[in-house]
């Protein structure tokens, strides 16, 4: 066995989790998520789901990790515990399923970049004709591709570690050219009305409400924060045990969330202003109310250039963490070397992501397979594992590094008796509106 380092420092590991955790997830996803489950009470369900579900889950994942010092393949085996290894193999096929169509939308984050530096941005019509353009056919397939190799590329030449540290210079930039584009978007003529739709949950309803978004939002909760899948187990694998997990998670999470809320003060303001309903900005939202916005800012085509060149950093880093997962599972499952590992599994994540790239359906059905519901039987798992299994040693192990000592009974008893049944619910009503919206698609 090798002998493992720990990070050197509190900020290497804090910048791999925030570099997983940070991407698509937070600017794509989740404005066009909001928007599709109507505003401000998808909100509300989804910082509640973050703080009451989120957090415990992210410690529990840490806890796995640096109490085992494995990835989550060889976690549980590690711990004495091989039969929940399936927990790591449901982690694994959602990895799969996801880097298919991640790549696919990084590969018009590509296009995007290129965009900026070529022809420049259009706004209005011309916005959308050109996000049509960009989303299907053969250039959204050539730039899948390319997005692709290069994940596995830079994996298999192991430069990954600078630009883990190119997170330290991403996220910042990303905050300032967000918080930019906010104080912009606050002086369009929509942006009263968007404020209304995103910050305002319309309180008599909101129970309601609640119940029927809670599938999108949990799987929303548990994809920004790289939940479910084990990649906060290999991370926290190499963290030393004087460190402490819970200042951490905190830090973690508020950055994630932070970039979230930010993104969809960016984009609802210029959706109004577009006269574009929120809720049929797709997975285009994004795209086409930023295009349109730099259109008309000065120095727009750079500005656009420099924020797609920052977007593509955040989604190669989340790729990264996730394609890991997936390798290491194969490597452990089939006993295969990394080099024809990895590419191998590259170009079987670059086929299976073609109907995306052909097909917009396609997205929503591999999407809220994999996040709405294997995610969360993930969590669940590795939920039920440290609650009623190892909960003695998870206490132990949660407890190094910090003092105050009665988090770690007020955690434990969260994760036995309030996140498996809220998981629960939370994974029946989203198998049932999968199976719906399978029917409604297909027959
Ligand atoms: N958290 C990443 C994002 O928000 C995506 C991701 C999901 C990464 C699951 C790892 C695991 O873009």
Redesign the pocket.
Known sequence: MDVRETWATRIGFILAAVG???????IWRFPFLTGESGGAAFLVVYLALVVLVGIPVLLVEFVIGRRSNRNPIGAFTELNHSQWKIAGAVGALA?FI?LSYYSVVGGWVIQYLLAGLTEGYVAGEGAEAFFAETASGTGAIAFHAVFMALVAGIVALGVRNGLEKAATVMVPSVVVLLVGLALYGSTLSGAAEAYQYYLYPDTSTLLADAVSVLPAAAGQAF????LG?G?MVTYASYVGEDRNLLSDTGLIVGIDTAIAILAGLVVFPFLFTQGIAPGDGGPGSIFVSLAGAFAELPAGNLIGAVFFFMLFLAALS?AF??FEVVVSFVIDRFDIERAPASVGLAVVIFVLGIPTALDLTYLELYDQFANNILLILGGLLMSLFIGWVYASDAREEIQKGRSASWFGGFWLTTVRYFVPPVLLITLALAVIEYYEFIQSTFF
């Open positions: 997983s955790a940070v991407g698509l997830g937070n990895g996801i994809f920004t924060l790289s899948m990649v989340s963490s996730i």
